[in-house]
């Protein structure tokens, strides 16, 4: 049974009728509401983050895109351990309130003024908090919305599925508010303002979810799969000289093994039989690891070279949210009708076509098929994939020819904006919402449908490990082409404080390169771990079933 603030369940002069149950679409809504402004508040800063630092810390464009990246990538991989101080969102959001307060202003873009080291690390400090309280949100807002349904009974399991439907559509409309009123209020009117709106939507969410708290249900910790996993790599380290053609292994819930990595059995293998108890279990957990718990770490480690090809497809999202949004920036952004677009509005563009592409696929495409041949057809997850992977080349590469446009434009009119439009710019940042709607999508239930549900929250940590390497690696790969473009005194690729005096298409034309090297990499080598990881899954839960059948 749940346990945590609800102890009047445990009390025999109350009666069921004298107080509510517990959880619950009665606690759903706290969650939701309190999911709704915490992501308008987080949305709000991050949509615009890259406008910020150009135009009020002045950072030249490698420091910008690091910064960026790293913050990007830190809070990705901060998802692993970070809810131990997720309650630290108010003092991360005024710190970085705080950062904003006195950068010199960069007259006419051109003779920049660098931030002074206490500004930047008063930015840094803010960025930092930002990071850990990310952590802790990100694995445990669905996970905690899913304990209040019992998935049990199939009206629990039809109301976790509502819960899911809901809780998209309260992030899609935080984030909506936040790419348009949000970002349009801190670039054209006040950035103080700006930032003084999410800061008090963070208060509301947690006012919000502390009123609550009496309608969690509040389970207990269960422990953690990745312990088990590092136990295995520990328990086979150990016993690699072990021979095991003469051992027995310790296997409690019969599972099966497959052919694969059994270098990593031997971590199940019973070397003597001192290393079991009297109730026949190991004494040390990490010496003695059971074979499901080796063949987790197989199934996890069989689809790493899957993920590896989603991170060249997820950097390209990453160029386009700093390296774009700085084109965006030295565009001309009056319409016509004398209306300013915010640079940072650009990221309603991937959102907009990955929208759109859902809608086509799903009533279009999956219902027609279903209406001529009786059964819907969809896209298998290797052709999604692949997709995603044709997309990031073509982001690249149109993005390439669109900046070289953009910069001869603005040479030829002597001005740091060019008189480019920046609805130009429209066609790549539609381009890298593909690569989300099918590779990233494509990615995540592969590693959500072929993982066991007991290891269903490594599986969000994976994705968002995945998308932080790919952060940590666009960053490396920015350093590099910089002081190697740099050296001879030649024009850089990209870097200092005007993308006019660098050629940044150059930067895309390497990068499609390496998307077309990913390309050649997923389809004749990873590509073939999607298959397999279907088979043992498969053959897996059919010997679940087959056991729980005997019994």
């Known amino acids: 049974m749940a346990e945590g603030s609800n102890s009047f369940l445990d009390d025999p002069c109350l009666s069921p009728s004298s107080k509510k149950q517990p959880g ?3 606690a ?48 990705s991989f901060m998802s692993i351990g ?27 873009q051109i003779n920049c003024i660098d931030p ?89 969410s947690i006012v919000i979810f502390v009123i609550g708290h009496h309608a969690y249900i509040i389970m207990n910790p269960q422990g953690s799969v990745f312990v088990d996993l590092v136990k295995v790599i520990t328990a086979a ?30 971590a199940a293998a019973i070397a003597n039989q001192n290393e079991l108890d009297e109730d026949g279990k190991p004494k040390n957990g990490w010496r003695l690891c059971s074979i499901q718990q080796v063949e987790n770490l197989k199934l996890l480690l069989g689809m790493m070279p899957v993920c590896l090809a989603g991170i060249g497809c997820f950097m390209t999202m990453d160029q386009q949210t700093t390296i774009g949004i700085l084109q965006a920036i030295q565009s001309n952004n009056v319409l016509p009708s004398g209306f300013k677009i915010p640079p940072g509005w650009m990221g309603l563009s991937p959102m907009i076509a990955l929208s759109i592409w859902i809608s086509t696929y799903e009533i279009l495409w999956v219902l027609q098929t279903k209406r001529l041949t009786g059964k819907a057809k969809r896209l298998t997850m290797t052709q999604r ?15 390439s020819f669109i900046e070289k446009k953009r910069r001869t434009a603005a040479l030829k009119h002597g001005s740091f904006k060019s008189p480019m439009t920046i609805l130009m710019l429209l066609p790549q940042f539609a381009l890298s919402g593909l690569v989300e709607a099918f590779a990233a999508v494509a990615i995540m239930e592969y590693l959500t449908t072929q993982l066991p549900e007991s290891m269903r929250t490594v599986a969000g ?11 940590y690696l666009n960053s490396m790969i920015v350093n590099i082409v910089h002081k190697k473009t740099k050296k001879g005194g030649k024009t850089p690729w990209l870097g200092g404080h005007n993308l006019n005096n660098d050629k940044l298409e150059n ?30 899954n498969k053959e897996s839960k059919e010997d679940q079933h087959s056991n729980e059948d005997q019994i």
């Open 116 to 204: 002074n080291l206490w500004q930047l690390s008063i930015l840094y400090a803010g960025l930092t908090l930002m990071a850990i309280g990310a952590g802790g949100i990100r694995p445990c807002n669905i996970a905690f919305g899913a304990d209040q349904f019992n998935t049990a009974t199939k009206e629990g399991r039809s109301q976790l599925e509502s819960f899911f439907n809901w809780w998209y559509f309260s992030f899609t409309f935080a984030l909506v508010i936040a790419l348009t009123v949000v970002v349009y209020i801190q670039t054209n009117i006040s950035w103080v303002i700006g930032f003084a709106i999410p800061t008090a939507c963070l208060l509301v």
């Open 237 to 266: 380290t150990r016993k690699h000289r072990l021979d095991c053609s003469r051992c027995s292994f310790y296997d409690p819930d019969f599972h099966p093994r497959t052919k694969q990595l059994r270098c990593l059995e031997k």
């Open 28 to 75: 759903v809504k706290y969650i939701l509401a309190n999911e709704t402004f915490e992501k308008l508040a987080s949305m709000s800063l991050i949509a615009n983050m890259t406008v910020y630092l150009k135009t009020k810390y002045n950072m030249e464009g490698v420091l910008l895109v690091n910064v960026i990246n790293i913050w990007s990538g830190t809070s």
């Open 385 to 399: 994939i692949n997709i995603g992977l044709i997309s990031a080349m073509a982001c690249s590469i149109v993005a």
């Open 82 to 108: 970070g809810a131990l101080i997720s309650d630290m969102f108010l003092g991360r959001y005024l710190m970085l309130l705080y950062g904003s307060i006195s950068p010199p202003t960069c007259i006419g």
């Open 507 to 536: 930067f895309y034309y390497l990068a499609a390169s390496i998307e077309a090297l990913n390309f050649l990499y997923f389809n004749l080598y990873a590509r073939r771990f999607i298959a397999t990881s279907c088979t043992i």
């Open 461 to 471: 940590a994976i994705f968002f490990i995945s998308l932080s390497m790919a952060s």
């Open 24 to 26: 619950g679409w009665r």
